[in-house]
């Protein structure tokens, strides 16, 4: 079949797939899939670091980064029927990572399945492309669905985020006239997921605001750090109240109550800046008040903004719990082959600790932990092989993903 040839999708469900063989040198390829609804908004997303979306309407199958195994290598599954009445375009993107170009991918094909793995109803070869990352493939919404493979490359970037202006953006606005002139992402993370920066010397600075409503009956002091550690979960230090900067780190100050609108804290992160040395930075809340817990404190929140202001993701924790510590988040860098991009990943963990120094221990922890790992433990992936998204068993499902992990977590000492 040919590209930009319409394909009718009447079935219940709709997979997307590549596969590339291993050549002369391994080129890490991802596929992606963007979410956007009626207004032309983009609302989610999966790939390799969140592999749900949409409570688990649409659900990637996992990250291979090099084509040696057998087969599909890459796959996200659509079930049409379960997307929101909003949903009206879900748009694929398949990206080198690392290991060089497009074109680098040896036998590099996009795949079409129906409801199974044995029904392939389209076959196209990918654009043998100089750049890193290409849109493949658009299901759109009119009064029925409809796939339609577009092959459109852009001239920078490995990542969906890193192209949603222009190449996404006019995708998105040439379905949905209205759509905004220019495209951003501002995602409501659920504990676990995780949201994938630009890349670092685009985005320049980013922000995380944290944020909660204490008890009205008691002044209540609670405290925020960046508490900064190394790949082998060495334990830096922290950028606290006691220590306002460091690492290329900032910290906005002590709000001692909590009171008022908007952010109680901010920490700002020069990511281009930040030494070598650092591999994750995690941000705890310690409430140093004595005798009071998380259950005295409401609308706890952790928010990623970037220099102009503009939100990108929103983590709201929804209950509170008999401790003194809460992790609310981390920044990761994530390593493959000669790439590496930095990450934010939800946590929502609560820990004991009336400071950041009480509280490392469960900040280790999480630390030795992939994404995957706590995503797998809150319940927050979904694999192929298991429950498709339509809660029945699967046709054929397919063998469980085998490939290393990213360069996430620390080594286990």
Not at 119 to 132: A, D, I, N, P, W
């Amino acid at each position: 079949m040919s590209s930009h040839e319409d394909i009718p999708l009447r079935a219940v469900k709709y997979g997307v797939a590549v596969s590339w063989d291993l050549g002369r040198q391994a080129v890490d390829l991802d596929l992606q899939a963007v979410v956007v609804n009626d207004k032309g908004c983009i609302v989610d997303a999966v790939y390799y670091n969140n592999m749900k979306a949409l409570q688990g309407t649409i659900t990637h199958s996992g990250d291979e980064q090099t084509g040696k195994k057998a087969g599909l290598d890459e796959l996200i599954w659509v079930n049409l029927p379960r997307l929101p009445v909003n949903i009206r375009l879900v748009i694929f993107v398949v990206a080198a990572f690392s290991g060089g170009s497009l074109r680098d991918a040896q036998n590099g094909t996009l795949h079409v399945l129906e409801e199974d793995l044995q029904r392939e109803v389209g076959r196209y070869q990918l654009e043998q492309s100089t750049y890193q990352v290409d849109a493949v493939a658009v299901m759109q919404r009119s009064e029925s669905w409809i796939l339609q493979v577009i092959q459109e490359p852009a001239r920078e970037g490995r990542h969906f985020i890193d192209i949603l202006e222009p190449v996404l953006g006019n995708i998105i606005r040439a379905a949905i006239p209205g759509a905004p002139k220019r495209q951003k992402v501002a995602f409501a993370m659920e504990k676990a997921a995780v949201m994938d920066l630009p890349q670092a010397h685009s985005i320049g600075k980013v922000y995380a605001g944290l944020g909660w409503d204490a008890s009205a009956v008691m002044d209540i002091d609670l405290d925020v750090s960046a508490v900064v550690m190394t790949k082998d979960c060495e334990v830096l230090g922290a950028v606290f109240f006691g220590q306002l900067e460091g690492w290329a780190l900032k910290h906005s100050g002590d709000n001692l109550t909590g009171e008022g609108e908007g952010d109680d804290e901010v920490i700002e992160l020069d990511l281009p800046a930040i030494p070598a040395e650092v591999s994750q930075i995690f941000f705890v809340v310690n409430i140093y008040t004595r005798g009071v817990t998380f259950e005295n404190v409401e609308s706890a929140y952790c928010r990623i903004f970037d220099s102009s202001g503009e939100e990108m993701a929103r983590y709201a924790l929804r209950d509170g719990r008999g401790e003194k510590g809460l992790v609310m988040g981390r920044f990761f860098l994530e390593f493959s082959g000669d790439a590496a991009r930095w990450s934010f990943q939800a946590l929502g963990s609560f820990c004991q600790g009336q400071t950041w120094k009480d509280s490392v221990p469960a900040i280790v922890s999480l630390a030795r932990k992939s994404a995957k790992q706590l995503q797998m433990r809150s319940g927050t992936i979904s694999f192929l092989g298991g429950q498709p998204a339509g809660g029945h068993a699967p046709v054929a499902a397919m063998p469980p993903i085998q490939e290393p992990p990213r360069s996430t977590a620390c080594a286990v000492l």
